[in-house]
């Protein structure tokens, strides 16, 4: 076993203990959004009345407002009202729909209140939770994601065997319960220095947000296209391939984010689309199944990324995530571009028979121009610094001259991807318990790595690697 192989972190599945469990009440949110909207397996007549679109529209708008409201609402996880607000809006929504089910004349009435009330409290809770995550080390913000989407999906399997009077109760209580956890979150598991602060700042990523758009947009249009044929693969929800992509990217975190970065990934969901909509059907690799798995899995993986990104865009800058969050919530609707081009491509209506595959290829093309010419590695390396690493800074303060200070010393002692970000941490006064913390490895792990940093720079205490890296400006 060579020096830097056994430099690597081991993590044992005994340590999931240590994570506070509470970060993991968004996947009671997922649970609910599944089974009142994506894939409800019983009645929801006001749901149903209003449309999937009229809940969309409402989660938008109100994502919007938050968004442009930053600088006031910031931090909203310390505000009081904003958690029994969305426990009561949420709920009413549940309600309305039990009580459609129970007195049907009472449908009508309650489709414009229980419409506003699921898509104003959806879009707090989303943003609350969006701005908790941003507050954590990037590590994890994609393992406790990744167990999000595990954790929902399958909360989700298991709440569809409920009889429906069950169902709508925890309807009904679901959201309460994750607006309780994400208090406990913020107030017991977030230290008061890694607390977003109020902040006007308006450094918004409008570039990325546009290949946001433009992938939104080949996501729907795919998803549309396939799901008719395979609806238990395709969703943003509780899909089997939505667990699987989150089983593989809990692994990754878990076991390899040291050797291969999370900003390594950038590029796999576009190339992931596009063996989905033209690779595997042009070769005829595992059929209509292995494109849909493709595509889905693709969508899944993109998400993921969106979050950890806007997430270290947050904590880095100081910029408010309610602002990119709600940037970001606000996009959803170009969906609905790409699930009506689907239909008009479908073989019956543009193009003839030629429809599905014109939108295929012209699908992949946008992801072409997406990943060469805009999603390129100097923008997101020089611009944004994509490598998911350190705290919340200016572009041209003393942490943004450390972590450059730290990155030439690395390359000069030839470290690991692993050992530099120890450096980096210990740089900016992390303890062994707080870098341990910050990577999700263990204290003897950080002290190892610690002594092979030293070792390959030729030092023996804090004080001279300080030293070293003052020299160094």
């Known amino acids: 076993m ?12 005994a340590s ?9 009440g968004f996947a009671l949110w997922r649970a609910w959004v599944s089974l ?14 209003a449309g999937h679109l009229s809940y969309d529209i409402v989660l938008a708008a109100c994502a919007v407002t938050v968004a442009l409201l930053s600088s006031r609402l910031a931090p909203l996880a310390s505000k009081r009202w904003v958690y029994p607000s969305i426990a009561l809006l949420l709920g009413f929504s549940a309600t309305a729909n039990a009580a459609a ?15 506003l009330a699921g898509g104003a409290g959806s879009a707090l809770l989303i943003l609350l939770w969006c701005e908790i995550y941003s507050c954590l080390g990037a590590a994890r913000v994609a393992l406790y994601y990744a167990l999000t989407i595990i954790g ?9 065997g ?31 220095e890694d607390r977003p602060a109020a902040s006007g700042r308006r450094l918004i990523p409008w570039k990325f947000f546009l290949i946001l758009a433009l992938f939104e947009l080949v996501a ?19 899909t089997w391939t939505t667990l699987v992509g989150g089983v593989l990217l809990f692994v990754w975190v878990w076991r390899f984010s040291s050797r291969l970065p999370l900003s390594t990934l950038y590029r796999a969901p576009a190339m992931l689309i596009c063996c989905g909509l033209l690779i595997v059907p042009l070769f005829g690799i595992g059929g209509s199944v292995a494109g849909s798995f493709c595509t889905a899995l693709g969508v899944m993986l993109f998400n993921a990324l969106v979050l950890l990104f806007l997430c270290d865009i947050a904590k880095r800058f100081g910029v408010s995530a309610l602002l990119l969050f709600g940037i970001e919530e606000a996009l959803l609707l170009v969906s609905w571009v790409g699930r009506g081009a689907a239909e008009a491509l479908d073989g019956q209506g543009l193009f003839g028979a030629l429809g599905p595959a014109v939108g295929s290829v012209a699908a992949v093309a946008v992801i072409a121009i997406v990943t ?13 610094g994509l490598a998911f690493l350190g705290k919340r800074a200016a572009e041209d303060d003393e942490h943004g001259r450390i972590a450059h200070r730290c990155a030439e010393v690395a390359a000069r002692g030839r470290l690991t991807p692993r050992e530099g970000e120890v450096l980096e941490l210990l740089a900016q006064g992390k303890s062994l318990s707080g870098v341990a913390s910050e990577l999700i490895i263990a204290e003897g792990t950080a002290k190892a790595h610690t002594r092979h940093i030293y070792e390959k720079l030729g030092i023996n205490t804090r004080q001279e690697l300080l030293d070293l890296l003052m020299a160094e400006s």
């Open 16 to 24: 999931i203990a240590d994570m506070p469990l509470s970060f993991l």
């Open 162 to 192: 409920f009889r429906e009077e069950y169902l709508y109760g925890v309807l009904i209580a679901l959201p309460a319960l994750s607006a309780a956890l994400a208090h406990r979150s913020y107030r017991c598991h977030i230290p008061a």
């Open 372 to 384: 060469l010419l805009v999603l390129n590695k100097r923008e997101i390396d020089e611009r944004w």
């Open 152 to 160: 929902g999906v399958l909360l989700t399997f298991l709440l569809q």
């Open 2 to 13: 060579t020096h830097d192989a056994a430099a690597q972190p081991t993590r044992s599945l």
């Open 220 to 238: 729907s249009y795919s998803s549309a296209a396939i799901s008719a044929e395979h609806p238990s693969l395709i969703g943003s929800h509780s």
């Open 101 to 115: 089910v129970i007195w049907p004349a009472a449908a009508a009435p309650l489709v414009a209140p229980a419409t």
């Open 36 to 49: 009142s909207y994506a894939n409800p397996v019983c009645p929801m007549p006001v749901n149903t009345a």
